[in-house]
């Protein structure tokens, strides 16, 4: 496997765009040192492609970051030809939309070309987090809170149905996208009156579709990161426990700002509950028909792991909780993300350029 020509994807044109960049940075880094050859691709706001190949350890280190100050750029169909002539396995890192709903994924498949990370119809469900919670529901015995989500496109009646159902959850509340990452958009409300300023903050996120109105479950924030491909066995990472300094809410600043979040992996909790995260995050990620990795987040009541989302491109910063729990269990990042790389060419996304090449 060393030696591998991969691409690595990533900005878009999502609020996450800039954790996408600090995402690649890392992401690059690890894998020039596993011994890949890389090709990156930086899709730009607005729609063109930019491309470059580090060489060597000295351009590889900040080489998303220096792409994405280049003015430099091709037209998408130049920029296609190259890509596909040039890789053989693509490690796409955009988070939010095109790059975590499945759109890329898509895309990618048409091309022939296979991709770290979850499918197409398992990104398009975990973005989507009412959706996943109604499968999850439906397939599982998974504890979660109860919310309501209300959408940009329903019919009148349906919406009012969904707002009235909000106002009738017990205060306090989270509001946030339903098809938005990295806490972009959230607010906490803790009474009714306030429901419509953060539906209109989280509505005012780019390619927000809908809103998910949910009661606030007391406890603490955890996440377990899971990989592998079903059909050879998943892999549960040590939880990390996650708590924000000052009272204050894991959103965006938290998430990506040092200093400001206590991030403590392995989690310090009874071996038990340790048990019960690690096989509720593998629950879920099977039941939405992951592949690759992704990483579930909870809160802890009373022992019992309550699912809050799935998110099928975290973010791997080097603040970022994926990373810390790939080191906790023992995994270098660059042996760690070259197994991911190594995932993405086995099953069902080592088929893509099968199937295109017949």
């Given amino acids: 496997m ?27 880094e690890a894998l020039q040192a596993a011994g890949c050859e890389l090709l990156l691709i930086h899709m730009r706001r607005d729609g063109t492609w930019a491309l470059a190949r580090p060489r060597g350890a000295a351009e590889g280190a900040g080489a998303a970051t220096r792409l994405a100050q280049q003015p430099q750029a091709l037209p998408l169909d130049e920029a296609l030809r190259f890509v596909r002539a040039e890789i053989e396995v693509a490690f796409p890192i955009v988070h939010g939309t095109l790059g975590e709903d499945g759109s890329l994924q898509g895309f990618l498949r048409v091309l022939g070309i296979p991709w770290a990370g979850p499918g197409v119809l398992a990104s398009a469900l975990a973005m989507d987090k009412g959706r996943a919670k109604s499968v999850l529901a439906a397939t599982t015995s998974l504890k979660m809170p109860l919310g309501a989500v209300v959408r940009a496109t329903e019919p009148p009646a349906e919406r009012a149905a969904a707002l009235a159902k909000a106002r009738a959850l017990v205060f306090p509340v989270i509001v946030k996208p339903v098809d938005a990452g990295s806490s972009v958009g959230l607010s906490r409300v803790a009474g009714p009156e306030g429901l419509e300023d953060a539906l209109a903050l989280a509505f005012a996120v780019e390619g927000v579709t809908g809103v998910l109105v949910e009661e606030v479950v007391a406890g603490d924030e955890v996440t377990c990161a899971v990989f592998g491909n079903p059909e050879h066995g998943v892999e549960a990472l040590p939880p990390v426990l996650i708590r924000p300094r000052d009272g204050r809410m894991f959103d ?14 392995p989690a310090p909790l009874p071996a038990p509950q340790l048990e019960r995260i690690r096989a509720a995050a593998t629950t879920a990620y099977v039941a939405l028909g992951c592949r690759g990795f992704a990483r579930v987040d909870f809160i802890m009541r009373d022992g019992v792991p309550w699912f809050l989302e799935l998110n099928s491109l975290p973010g791997v910063t080097r603040e970022s909780l994926l990373p810390k729990a790939a080191i906790a269990a023992g ?18 996304n080592g088929r893509a350029r099968a199937a295109v090449a017949k």
């Fill in 2 to 28: 060393a030696g591998i020509r991969a691409g690595v994807f990533f900005g878009g044109p999502s609020a996450e765009h800039e954790v996408s960049i600090r995402s690649a940075d890392c992401v690059t």
């Fill in 252 to 265: 965006y600043e938290a998430k990506y700002t040092a200093g400001l979040t206590d991030e403590i992996c």
């Fill in 331 to 348: 995994w270098t990042l660059p042996d760690f993300f070259h197994r991911l790389v190594e995932l993405a060419l086995e099953g069902e």
